[in-house]
């Protein structure tokens, strides 16, 4: 029994993960969230523009980060159109993604009742991350010519008070892969609008040497970013708690899974002292 | 079935012409039918407006020396808008309502002729933009710094027909106005409206240092190319990860069992993947001379080809251009997941003995080294995705970490003038050491009370 | 022939490099449009190499059935799967339609698939973490030690730990949520910076090593 501990079986390890994700979601529980201050930076910014301002939104990821990913979109397209802002939205990442755009774009049409090419315009996927982003900072229409309906995107309304990037008051890039260091290389130095990342957790610790030189004004990070900005958002806006919030419900999960990682890696450590020890003696490991 | 097979594999590839050709013309089609309609307007179903009826409670004055330059360092149609800072800024100002408002901005909008139509070319916060926090227009510290806002104003002049207007010589007008409240809709516009010209810039001179920086890195690495040609011998470290290729190579062979070469889930475009074509070379050369057998699944059709000319050289080289196989360098799918799956798949199939990543990696890195090592691989990893480095470093029996992976061709190879571009390197690093002890130490005295003229590096290294 | 593969891909690796370069110090107008063109080319090669994918991904599929390989039931999954989605596309558009045939695909099997292997990552964290984060050294206890609290302090049941440490005090950089900012923004942030130095000079040398013609691996064969 000792030796089936200190040497689990993979399979064991993959149920026991599987049962800590599973059991949280299916009975529904919740725990309260401390956002961390990378998060705050991004809501406040949000919070404070003045209503209708332009926020340019770079949905760029795929399906295969959608768990981790839409739930912070949904979080953060709600608030913006809760303050009235103008969104405009393409994704520079890959072509896979324009279908979850739609779909989070039709949901916020939905609740909000928010009209493309009035209050939000998603414009899709071209190839070429430096290219898009480049274009955008000269002239959005002449290079989206059309949104991602196909509609054209010369007549819409919204592209009268949002020419180029200069007339972009904030910007938010939710990636799953590097694509907000290209907008801060290409769009944020060239065209100056602040801007914060949203990421998957893996590559969350990647982006503070950006955070810390101010060229980030804040972080997302995974599903605790996301669940950070859905706690914001039922704290300032109270009418948002009757809406489901996937990230906020996640973090049990995630805490246990969090707390049986350690357990293992604890678990690994005895192991190795109780191995290292018996070789010690010059018994047999 | 072998007909019916050839059969679908040719129909398949015609219908993929076809469709690709087909997408190509309706994209140009539907790009040039969109139809031109001047829009109007509408947020949230309400017409946006100036309030003109809210307006400070006692006249202000602001803008007074309004000067209107030409934008330096830009390809043109766009003014610098320059005028002095204001006392009530700092404390914000009384509404004719009763109400004061602290949170107020400047609008800075342009027209065509001085009683044309305005339209809106900068808003900013009262308390923000001054001259000094644009090293690249306004150079390090410059007049006034703390005391004069500005804005960059772009602008589009109407053409008249076919003939193109000169920017050069048409001025454009500039009136600086007032917005208070998060409404943003009380227009207060000072009297002063000033003109300017604006022209296309043919040298960034924000990017001097830049410049200067690159010639002499550039200077240092041909240098010392060239004294690695004149035969001085240069001394790079050991790195483990490569010494192991040989013996990765080896047991494969040994085994009988085949090798895996990822090149990483960028395009060709990247240094990280022509860095690790450049590795696949040298390793497809040692497979080839020990006649074992390596695959290649690639994330990218152009890394796909590109891979498939370095092993065939290789194999050429080596002296067995029989035993290449184009087959076995092939493109699998570019989404990241499916990609996973198919090369995850091959490796539980095929039990490789020994796997090679290098290049730019994303989420995968994991899921790749984790199989690998289940199926009893030697792993190789090396990759500049500074968040992948953990992960291969667990799963995989050696890691190059960062720069590593650009100086393994150079490893691998041996070649004097490979290996005198690494010792530039080493050079340069060195430099950027003793630069960020002295910007430090400099930075660290003005934030103790220390002259602000002390920060000369924050302006020289601002645009890098 | 060796004129055609060497000497002429070495040339026009070295006016383009060249030529990017100093675009990028020149701001005027024909000087962006250059830079737009170039990679206007690169989306048209893009685009066509797609169409070299595509077919030796038919080739090799077909080739795999063909010689009734192992697994090669996954390849009739993959030809019957590729033409499947292309006709659902033709047939009802693209994700431009959010009612069609091809959006009910991507909804409803590539979304719930991909997302399906990127899970996976989950499970196999955790037997890597079991297996390979042990306290050899010194310097790896305390590696452990940063994981440990960056964990605790990520999640709600971490911080709740904690939660009883008044904030504003001295104590209160003992709060999980507080000790695990501090190590992001810190250390974190200054190991990264230094590995980022390393690869930036990195790709310095490798760049200028291709324009010049030093290296030439990548177009096939040695230097």
């Given at each position: 029994m000792t030796n089936f501990f200190f040497n689990l079986p993979r399979q064991f390890i993959y149920l026991i993960i599987a049962l800590a994700v599973f059991i949280p979601i299916i009975l529904g529980m919740e725990m309260d969230v401390i956002p961390a201050p990378e998060a705050e930076a991004v809501f406040n910014i949000i919070e404070d523009l003045p209503d209708g301002s332009v926020i340019l939104f770079g949905q760029d990821y795929d399906p295969s980060s959608e768990p981790e990913l839409t739930p912070m979109t949904t979080a953060f397209l709600r608030h913006c159109f809760l303050k009235k802002h103008l969104v405009v939205s393409v994704n520079v990442f890959t072509v896979d993604g324009v279908g979850l755009g739609q779909m989070a774009f039709s949901k916020m049409e939905d609740e909000f009742g928010v009209v493309s090419g009035e209050d939000y315009v998603y414009l899709g996927f071209r190839p070429g991350v430096a290219n898009s982003i480049r274009a955008i900072n000269s002239d959005i229409t002449n290079y989206y010519k059309t949104d991602a309906n196909g509609v054209p995107s010369a007549s819409m309304p919204i592209f009268e008070k949002v020419k180029n990037g200069k007339d972009v008051d904030f910007m938010l890039s939710i990636a799953a892969g590097a694509t907000p260091e290209a907008w801060i290389l290409y769009g944020a130095s060239e065209s100056g609008y602040p801007m914060a990342a949203g990421c998957t957790a893996v590559s969350f610790a990647s982006y503070f040497p950006f955070y810390n030189s101010g060229q980030m004004k804040g972080i997302l990070g995974g599903l605790k970013g996301a669940a950070d900005y859905e706690e914001l958002l039922v704290r300032n806006y109270p009418e948002m708690k009757e809406k489901s919030m996937f990230a906020k419900k996640g973090m049990v999960s995630q805490s246990w899974v969090h707390i049986l990682l350690l357990v293992l890696i604890i678990l690994g450590n005895i192991s190795f002292i109780r191995e290292r020890a018996i070789t010690r003696r010059g018994g047999k490991a | 079935m072998k007909r019916l097979l050839s059969r679908l594999y040719i129909v398949s590839t015609a219908f993929?012409?076809?469709?690709?050709?087909?997408?190509?013309?309706?994209?140009?089609?539907?790009?040039?039918?969109?139809p031109q309609?001047?829009?109007?307007?509408?947020l949230f179903g309400e017409e946006l407006v100036r309030d003109r009826t809210l307006r400070p409670e006692s006249a202000l004055t602001g803008a007074t020396d309004l000067v209107v330059k030409d934008w330096p360092n830009d390809a043109g149609r766009s003014v610098c808008v320059t005028?002095?800072?204001?006392?009530?800024?700092?404390?914000?100002?009384?509404?004719?309502?009763?109400?004061?408002?602290?949170?107020?901005?400047?609008?800075?909008?342009?027209?065509?002729?001085?009683?044309?139509l305005w339209i809106?070319?900068?808003?900013?916060?009262?308390?923000?933009?001054?001259?000094?926090?644009?090293?690249?227009?306004?150079?390090?510290?410059?007049?006034?710094?703390?005391?004069?806002?500005?804005?960059?104003?772009?602008?589009?002049?109407e053409t008249e027909g076919d003939e193109d207007v000169s920017y050069e010589e048409t001025p454009v007008y500039i009136r600086v106005g007032l917005a208070a409240g998060e409404k943003m809709l009380a227009g207060y516009y000072f009297p002063t409206v000033a003109s300017g010209t604006s022209h296309e810039s043919w040298f960034d001179s924000a990017r001097k240092y830049h410049l200067v920086l690159t010639v002499l890195l550039t200077l240092t690495v041909l240098s010392f190319i060239s004294r690695a040609r004149r035969g001085m011998k240069f001394y790079i470290r050991r790195i483990a990860g490569l010494e192991a290729v040989d013996e990765a190579i080896g047991r494969a062979t040994e085994m009988g069992?085949?090798?895996f070469f990822l090149c990483g889930l960028n395009p060709m475009s990247e240094v990280s993947t022509i860095a690790a074509t450049n590795i696949l070379g040298k390793v497809a050369y040692k497979v080839a001379e020990y006649e074992?057998?390596?695959?290649?699944?690639?994330?990218?059709?152009?890394?796909?080809s590109v891979c498939q000319e370095i092993v065939k050289q290789s194999y050429t080289e080596a002296?067995?251009?029989?035993?290449?196989?184009?087959?076995?360098?092939?493109?699998?799918?570019?989404?990241?997941?499916?990609?996973?799956?198919?090369?995850?798949?091959?490796?539980?199939?095929?039990?490789?003995?020994?796997?090679?990543?290098?290049?730019y990696y994303f989420a995968e890195s994991l899921l790749l080294a984790e199989t690998g090592n289940q199926v009893g691989a030697i792993q190789i990893a090396g990759t500049d995705a500074l968040v992948q480095i953990p992960f291969f470093i667990t799963s995989c029996d050696y890691t190059l970490i960062g720069e590593e992976l650009y100086a393994a061709s150079a490893y691998i190879s041996r070649e004097p003038k490979l290996l005198g571009s690494i010792k530039a390197i080493d050079m340069a690093k060195a430099v950027i050491i003793v630069l960020i002890i002295v910007g430090t130490i400099l930075a660290t005295l003005v934030a103790f009370g220390g002259p602000d003229r002390l920060d000369i590096l924050r302006y020289i290294f601002a645009d890098l | 022939m060796q004129f055609l593969k060497r000497n002429i891909p070495v040339l026009i690796a070295f006016v383009m490099g060249i030529a990017m370069v100093c675009q990028y110090y020149i701001p005027s107008q024909a000087s962006q449009d250059f830079g737009s063109d170039m990679n206007i080319w690169t989306e048209i090669i893009f685009a066509f190499a797609l169409l070299i994918g595509v077919q030796s991904l038919i080739h090799n599929h077909t080739n795999k059935i063909r010689r009734k390989q192992v697994g090669y039931g996954f390849s009739w999954a993959?030809?019957?799967?590729?033409?499947?989605?292309?006709?659902?596309?033709?047939?009802?558009?693209?994700?431009?339609?959010?009612?069609?045939?091809?959006?009910w695909m991507f909804q409803y099997l590539q979304v719930p698939m991909q997302a399906t292997v990127f899970s996976i990552l989950c499970f196999y964290i955790a037997t890597a973490a079991y297996r390979a984060f042990r306290a050899k050294t010194p310097e790896a206890t305390m590696l452990l030690i940063a994981a440990a609290i960056a964990m605790l302090g990520r999640v709600p049941v971490g911080t709740e730990l904690t939660d009883w440490i008044p904030l504003g005090t001295f104590w209160a950089n003992l709060r999980m949520e507080i000790m695990t900012d501090w190590l992001l923004n810190i250390p974190n942030t200054a190991g990264f910076r230094a590995v980022m130095f390393g690869v930036g000079l990195g790709i310095i040398s490798t760049s200028l090593r291709i324009i010049f013609g030093i290296e030439r691996t990548y177009m096939g064969g040695g230097d």
């Amino acid at each position: 029994m000792t030796n089936f501990f200190f040497n689990l079986p993979r399979q064991f390890i993959y149920l026991i993960i599987a049962l800590a994700v599973f059991i949280p979601i299916i009975l529904g529980m919740e725990m309260d969230v401390i956002p961390a201050p990378e998060a705050e930076a991004v809501f406040n910014i949000i919070e404070d523009l003045p209503d209708g301002s332009v926020i340019l939104f770079g949905q760029d990821y795929d399906p295969s980060s959608e768990p981790e990913l839409t739930p912070m979109t949904t979080a953060f397209l709600r608030h913006c159109f809760l303050k009235k802002h103008l969104v405009v939205s393409v994704n520079v990442f890959t072509v896979d993604g324009v279908g979850l755009g739609q779909m989070a774009f039709s949901k916020m049409e939905d609740e909000f009742g928010v009209v493309s090419g009035e209050d939000y315009v998603y414009l899709g996927f071209r190839p070429g991350v430096a290219n898009s982003i480049r274009a955008i900072n000269s002239d959005i229409t002449n290079y989206y010519k059309t949104d991602a309906n196909g509609v054209p995107s010369a007549s819409m309304p919204i592209f009268e008070k949002v020419k180029n990037g200069k007339d972009v008051d904030f910007m938010l890039s939710i990636a799953a892969g590097a694509t907000p260091e290209a907008w801060i290389l290409y769009g944020a130095s060239e065209s100056g609008y602040p801007m914060a990342a949203g990421c998957t957790a893996v590559s969350f610790a990647s982006y503070f040497p950006f955070y810390n030189s101010g060229q980030m004004k804040g972080i997302l990070g995974g599903l605790k970013g996301a669940a950070d900005y859905e706690e914001l958002l039922v704290r300032n806006y109270p009418e948002m708690k009757e809406k489901s919030m996937f990230a906020k419900k996640g973090m049990v999960s995630q805490s246990w899974v969090h707390i049986l990682l350690l357990v293992l890696i604890i678990l690994g450590n005895i192991s190795f002292i109780r191995e290292r020890a018996i070789t010690r003696r010059g018994g047999k490991a | 079935m072998k007909r019916l097979l050839s059969r679908l594999y040719i129909v398949s590839t015609a219908f993929c012409a076809v469709l690709f050709s087909f997408v190509l013309l309706s994209t140009g089609i539907s790009a040039q039918e969109a139809p031109q309609e001047t829009p109007s307007l509408r947020l949230f179903g309400e017409e946006l407006v100036r309030d003109r009826t809210l307006r400070p409670e006692s006249a202000l004055t602001g803008a007074t020396d309004l000067v209107v330059k030409d934008w330096p360092n830009d390809a043109g149609r766009s003014v610098c808008v320059t005028f002095s800072k204001s006392d009530w800024e700092d404390v914000g100002v009384i509404m004719n309502n009763g109400e004061q408002v602290t949170n107020l901005y400047y609008v800075v909008d342009w027209a065509e002729t001085p009683d044309g139509l305005w339209i809106e070319g900068d808003r900013f916060p009262v308390t923000e933009q001054f001259i000094g926090d644009d090293y690249g227009a306004f150079g390090f510290l410059p007049e006034g710094y703390e005391t004069t806002h500005y804005s960059r104003v772009q602008y589009e002049l109407e053409t008249e027909g076919d003939e193109d207007v000169s920017y050069e010589e048409t001025p454009v007008y500039i009136r600086v106005g007032l917005a208070a409240g998060e409404k943003m809709l009380a227009g207060y516009y000072f009297p002063t409206v000033a003109s300017g010209t604006s022209h296309e810039s043919w040298f960034d001179s924000a990017r001097k240092y830049h410049l200067v920086l690159t010639v002499l890195l550039t200077l240092t690495v041909l240098s010392f190319i060239s004294r690695a040609r004149r035969g001085m011998k240069f001394y790079i470290r050991r790195i483990a990860g490569l010494e192991a290729v040989d013996e990765a190579i080896g047991r494969a062979t040994e085994m009988g069992r085949t090798m895996f070469f990822l090149c990483g889930l960028n395009p060709m475009s990247e240094v990280s993947t022509i860095a690790a074509t450049n590795i696949l070379g040298k390793v497809a050369y040692k497979v080839a001379e020990y006649e074992s057998d390596l695959l290649v699944p690639c994330f990218d059709p152009i890394v796909m080809s590109v891979c498939q000319e370095i092993v065939k050289q290789s194999y050429t080289e080596a002296g067995r251009p029989d035993n290449y196989n184009e087959d076995n360098v092939f493109f699998l799918t570019q989404a990241q997941f499916s990609y996973v799956s198919a090369v995850n798949g091959m490796m539980v199939r095929e039990k490789p003995a020994a796997n090679f990543y290098f290049g730019y990696y994303f989420a995968e890195s994991l899921l790749l080294a984790e199989t690998g090592n289940q199926v009893g691989a030697i792993q190789i990893a090396g990759t500049d995705a500074l968040v992948q480095i953990p992960f291969f470093i667990t799963s995989c029996d050696y890691t190059l970490i960062g720069e590593e992976l650009y100086a393994a061709s150079a490893y691998i190879s041996r070649e004097p003038k490979l290996l005198g571009s690494i010792k530039a390197i080493d050079m340069a690093k060195a430099v950027i050491i003793v630069l960020i002890i002295v910007g430090t130490i400099l930075a660290t005295l003005v934030a103790f009370g220390g002259p602000d003229r002390l920060d000369i590096l924050r302006y020289i290294f601002a645009d890098l | 022939m060796q004129f055609l593969k060497r000497n002429i891909p070495v040339l026009i690796a070295f006016v383009m490099g060249i030529a990017m370069v100093c675009q990028y110090y020149i701001p005027s107008q024909a000087s962006q449009d250059f830079g737009s063109d170039m990679n206007i080319w690169t989306e048209i090669i893009f685009a066509f190499a797609l169409l070299i994918g595509v077919q030796s991904l038919i080739h090799n599929h077909t080739n795999k059935i063909r010689r009734k390989q192992v697994g090669y039931g996954f390849s009739w999954a993959v030809i019957i799967s590729m033409i499947a989605m292309t006709i659902a596309g033709l047939i009802g558009g693209g994700v431009d339609n959010t009612k069609g045939m091809y959006f009910w695909m991507f909804q409803y099997l590539q979304v719930p698939m991909q997302a399906t292997v990127f899970s996976i990552l989950c499970f196999y964290i955790a037997t890597a973490a079991y297996r390979a984060f042990r306290a050899k050294t010194p310097e790896a206890t305390m590696l452990l030690i940063a994981a440990a609290i960056a964990m605790l302090g990520r999640v709600p049941v971490g911080t709740e730990l904690t939660d009883w440490i008044p904030l504003g005090t001295f104590w209160a950089n003992l709060r999980m949520e507080i000790m695990t900012d501090w190590l992001l923004n810190i250390p974190n942030t200054a190991g990264f910076r230094a590995v980022m130095f390393g690869v930036g000079l990195g790709i310095i040398s490798t760049s200028l090593r291709i324009i010049f013609g030093i290296e030439r691996t990548y177009m096939g064969g040695g230097d």
